[in-house]
Protein backbone atom coordinates (compact mmCIF):
# COMPACT_ATOMS: atom_id res chain seq x y z
CA UNK A 1 0.00 0.00 0.00
CA UNK A 2 2.92 2.42 0.64
CA UNK A 3 3.90 1.57 -2.91
CA UNK A 4 1.04 2.79 -3.99
CA UNK A 5 0.27 6.19 -1.59
CA UNK A 6 3.88 6.63 -3.47
CA UNK A 7 2.67 6.83 -6.66
CA UNK A 8 -0.06 8.64 -6.25
CA UNK A 9 1.97 11.50 -3.99
CA UNK A 10 4.39 11.67 -7.01
CA UNK A 11 1.62 12.06 -9.61
CA UNK A 12 0.58 15.20 -7.14
CA UNK A 13 3.63 16.81 -7.32
CA UNK A 14 3.92 16.04 -10.86
CA UNK A 15 0.55 18.08 -11.74
CA UNK A 16 2.13 21.12 -9.34
CA UNK A 17 5.25 20.88 -11.61
CA UNK A 18 3.06 20.96 -14.53
CA UNK A 19 0.68 23.91 -13.23
CA UNK A 20 4.47 26.10 -11.91
CA UNK A 21 6.32 25.44 -15.09
CA UNK A 22 3.38 25.37 -17.61
CA UNK A 23 4.58 24.35 -20.36
CA UNK A 24 8.30 24.66 -19.75
CA UNK A 25 8.85 20.88 -20.52
CA UNK A 26 6.56 21.20 -23.87
CA UNK A 27 9.08 24.21 -25.21
CA UNK A 28 12.41 22.32 -24.03
CA UNK A 29 11.43 19.37 -26.07
CA UNK A 30 10.50 20.93 -29.44
CA UNK A 31 6.52 20.69 -28.49
CA UNK A 32 5.98 17.16 -29.10
CA UNK A 33 4.34 16.74 -25.64
CA UNK A 34 0.68 17.23 -26.62
CA UNK A 35 -2.33 14.77 -25.91
CA UNK A 36 -1.59 11.92 -24.28
CA UNK A 37 2.08 12.63 -23.79
CA UNK A 38 1.35 16.26 -21.87
CA UNK A 39 2.71 16.65 -18.30
CA UNK A 40 -1.06 17.04 -17.17
CA UNK A 41 -2.37 13.60 -18.28
CA UNK A 42 0.85 11.93 -17.61
CA UNK A 43 0.55 13.21 -13.67
CA UNK A 44 -3.08 12.61 -13.92
CA UNK A 45 -2.65 8.87 -14.74
CA UNK A 46 0.01 8.16 -12.32
CA UNK A 47 -1.53 9.47 -9.57
CA UNK A 48 -4.75 7.95 -9.85
CA UNK A 49 -3.43 4.68 -10.83
CA UNK A 50 -1.44 4.83 -7.10
CA UNK A 51 -4.86 6.19 -5.02
CA UNK A 52 -6.96 3.94 -7.00
CA UNK A 53 -4.82 1.17 -6.32
CA UNK A 54 -4.97 1.78 -2.80
CA UNK A 55 -8.45 2.63 -2.26
CA UNK A 56 -9.24 -0.96 -4.30
CA UNK A 57 -6.93 -2.79 -1.75
CA UNK A 58 -8.63 -0.62 1.35
CA UNK A 59 -12.05 -1.34 -0.11
CA UNK A 60 -12.22 -4.84 -1.11
CA UNK A 61 -9.00 -6.27 0.40
CA UNK A 62 -7.60 -7.71 -3.66
CA UNK A 63 -4.07 -7.84 -3.47
CA UNK A 64 -1.18 -6.14 -5.42
CA UNK A 65 -2.02 -7.55 -8.44
CA UNK A 66 -6.07 -6.78 -8.56
CA UNK A 67 -4.67 -3.21 -7.22
CA UNK A 68 -2.85 -2.45 -9.72
CA UNK A 69 -5.30 -3.42 -12.63
CA UNK A 70 -8.23 -1.47 -10.66
CA UNK A 71 -5.34 1.24 -10.30
CA UNK A 72 -4.72 1.24 -13.77
CA UNK A 73 -8.13 1.33 -15.00
CA UNK A 74 -8.80 4.31 -13.19
CA UNK A 75 -5.45 5.99 -14.45
CA UNK A 76 -6.83 5.50 -18.01
CA UNK A 77 -9.76 6.96 -17.22
CA UNK A 78 -8.38 9.93 -15.53
CA UNK A 79 -5.81 10.36 -18.08
CA UNK A 80 -8.58 10.65 -21.18
CA UNK A 81 -10.56 12.92 -19.27
CA UNK A 82 -7.71 15.40 -18.46
CA UNK A 83 -7.01 14.68 -22.01
CA UNK A 84 -10.15 15.60 -23.54
CA UNK A 85 -10.46 18.47 -20.89
CA UNK A 86 -7.39 20.30 -22.03
CA UNK A 87 -8.38 19.75 -25.65
CA UNK A 88 -11.57 21.45 -24.89
CA UNK A 89 -9.91 24.46 -23.29
CA UNK A 90 -6.88 24.25 -25.86
CA UNK A 91 -9.87 25.37 -28.59
CA UNK A 92 -12.10 28.11 -26.49
CA UNK A 93 -11.25 31.36 -27.87
CA UNK A 94 -12.22 34.45 -26.42
CA UNK A 95 -13.99 37.28 -28.00
CA UNK A 96 -12.06 39.50 -30.72
CA UNK A 97 -9.91 42.55 -29.06
CA UNK A 98 -11.05 46.24 -29.41
CA UNK A 99 -8.91 48.12 -31.75
CA UNK A 100 -8.61 51.57 -33.02
CA UNK A 101 -11.12 50.58 -35.90
CA UNK A 102 -13.51 50.04 -33.47
CA UNK A 103 -13.15 53.90 -32.28
CA UNK A 104 -14.26 55.18 -35.86
CA UNK A 105 -17.47 57.21 -35.19
CA UNK A 106 -17.25 56.83 -31.46
CA UNK A 107 -18.08 60.49 -29.58
CA UNK A 108 -16.37 61.22 -26.33
CA UNK A 109 -15.32 64.27 -24.33
CA UNK A 110 -12.18 66.43 -24.60
CA UNK A 111 -9.73 66.33 -21.46
CA UNK A 112 -7.28 68.79 -22.03
CA UNK A 113 -8.14 71.25 -24.93
CA UNK A 114 -7.03 70.75 -28.33
CA UNK A 115 -5.47 73.13 -30.35
CA UNK A 116 -5.80 73.84 -34.25
CA UNK A 117 -3.23 71.46 -35.67
CA UNK A 118 -1.84 70.72 -32.37
CA UNK A 119 -2.55 67.37 -29.85
CA UNK A 120 -5.46 67.33 -26.86
CA UNK A 121 -6.66 64.82 -25.34
CA UNK A 122 -9.93 63.00 -25.25
CA UNK A 123 -11.82 60.25 -23.60
CA UNK A 124 -13.57 57.33 -25.14
CA UNK A 125 -15.15 54.07 -24.41
CA UNK A 126 -13.21 51.41 -26.06
CA UNK A 127 -14.41 47.96 -24.89
CA UNK A 128 -17.09 50.02 -22.65
CA UNK A 129 -13.94 50.47 -20.77
CA UNK A 130 -12.90 54.56 -20.56
CA UNK A 131 -9.52 55.18 -22.33
CA UNK A 132 -7.85 58.37 -23.12
CA UNK A 133 -5.72 59.10 -26.43
CA UNK A 134 -4.18 61.90 -27.74
CA UNK A 135 -5.96 64.09 -30.06
CA UNK A 136 -5.40 66.16 -33.24
CA UNK A 137 -8.48 68.02 -34.88
CA UNK A 138 -8.48 70.96 -37.76
CA UNK A 139 -10.16 73.81 -35.49
CA UNK A 140 -9.33 74.33 -31.85
CA UNK A 141 -11.51 72.36 -29.66
CA UNK A 142 -12.32 73.46 -25.65
CA UNK A 143 -11.86 71.45 -22.59
CA UNK A 144 -15.06 69.69 -22.09
CA UNK A 145 -16.71 69.30 -25.94
CA UNK A 146 -17.82 66.56 -27.14
CA UNK A 147 -15.90 65.54 -30.17
CA UNK A 148 -16.54 62.91 -32.96
CA UNK A 149 -14.14 60.15 -33.54
CA UNK A 150 -12.94 60.24 -37.65
CA UNK A 151 -9.75 57.97 -37.87
CA UNK A 152 -7.59 56.28 -35.76
CA UNK A 153 -3.89 57.02 -37.54
CA UNK A 154 -2.33 54.73 -34.02
CA UNK A 155 -3.36 52.74 -31.03
CA UNK A 156 -2.69 55.87 -29.19
CA UNK A 157 -4.22 58.53 -30.52
CA UNK A 158 -7.11 59.76 -33.13
CA UNK A 159 -7.98 62.34 -34.93
CA UNK A 160 -11.59 64.12 -33.65
CA UNK A 161 -13.74 66.87 -34.62
CA UNK A 162 -16.44 68.92 -32.89
CA UNK A 163 -20.33 68.16 -32.24
CA UNK A 164 -21.79 70.72 -33.54
CA UNK A 165 -25.34 70.56 -31.49
Known amino acids: MAWFLGLGITGVVLLALSLIF????????????????????????????????VIAQAATGVGPAGATAAGALAGAATAWLICRLSRALMRDRTAVAPTGADLIGTSGNVVTAIPAGGFGEVLLRLGGQPVKFAA????????????????????????VRAVDR
Open 136 to 159: RSSAPVPRGAEVWVEAAPSATSVL
Open 22 to 53: DGLLDGALGGGLDGWLSLPVVAGFVSMTGFGA
